[in-house]
């Protein structure tokens, strides 16, 4: 129905918020963790790439399912828009 993709539509956006959020606060720890030193430890910093990179994959997956949610919401309104009550 028009209100379980709505419904699905609006999970999508709070996944893709707490994704942002989630890449954000880590890049802010990578930033703190190198600081102004010439050399860091791989073991410490390697894994926060890492999972940065996790991140902006899922993120970037979640965008594009997004964009396909929306799709299918706005081509079900209008194929809806005459028979809504």
């Known amino acids: 129905t028009l209100q379980q993709l709505s419904a699905d539509l609006a999970a999508g956006l709070d996944a893709a918020h707490q994704l942002e959020e989630e890449t954000q606060h880590l890049l802010v720890s990578i ?3 190198i600081g102004a030193n010439a050399a860091v430890q791989k073991d410490v910093i390697f894994p926060m790439f890492d999972r940065a990179g996790e991140l902006h994959v899922a993120l970037s ?3 594009r399912l997004l964009v396909v949610r929306q799709r299918l919401f706005d081509a079900a309104t209008q194929l809806l828009g005459g028979f809504r009550s």
Do not use: I, Q, V
């Open 31 to 33: 930033s703190d963790e």
């Open 61 to 63: 997956e979640e965008l």
